[in-house]
């Protein structure tokens, strides 16, 4: 069984690798939005975001780590929740981005499921990731 310090490392590796893919989803941003690549600012935009935010948001949840109250049992579900959680929004919105679907409901084209199905697996990591932290910093 791992260790608290190989999931904070895990973490943190899962967060920074985030933030990189988050980084380079940029370059397109900026090429769209000075009009040298055809395509939807507003997707490129929230790329370039969610990998920021996603991968800040797992490398925060693993310095936390080490200060909450949680069972042995549930340390690898909380690490994995950010982790699932911070790829599947970076992955979907580049996927997004590139084939022009939002994933707001399950419906075609293929793109669309794949988008959609993407944003609720990570919505339910960070839910999950969450509420094993708030359960973790009420102990006492």
């Known amino acids: 069984m791992e260790t608290i310090d190989g999931y904070v490392r895990k973490m943190l590796f899962h967060g920074a690798?985030?933030?990189w893919v988050g980084l380079l989803a940029g370059l397109p941003f900026g090429l769209v939005v000075m009009g040298r690549l055809e395509?939807?600012?507003?997707?490129?935009h929230m790329a370039h975001l969610e990998g920021v935010l996603n991968?800040?948001?797992?490398?925060?949840?693993?310095?936390?780590?080490?200060?909450?109250?949680?069972?042995?049992?549930?340390?690898?579900?909380?690490?994995w929740s950010f982790i699932v959680a911070a790829w599947g929004n970076i992955v979907a919105s580049i996927i997004a981005a590139l084939v022009r679907q939002r994933g707001l409901e399950l419906a075609?084209?293929?793109?669309?499921?794949?988008?959609?199905?993407?944003?609720v697996i990570a919505i339910l990591g960070?839910?999950?990731?969450?509420?094993?932290?708030?359960r973790g910093a009420q102990k006492n």
């Open 126 to 134: 960070v839910l999950v990731g969450l509420y094993l932290m708030m």
């Open 108 to 119: 075609p084209p293929l793109s669309n499921i794949v988008v959609f199905t993407l944003f």
């Open 17 to 19: 690798a985030v933030i």
């Open 55 to 79: 991968g800040l948001l797992t490398i925060a949840a693993g310095a936390a780590l080490k200060h909450l109250s949680l069972d042995e049992r549930r340390v690898p579900l909380y690490a």
């Open 39 to 44: 395509g939807d600012v507003r997707a490129w």
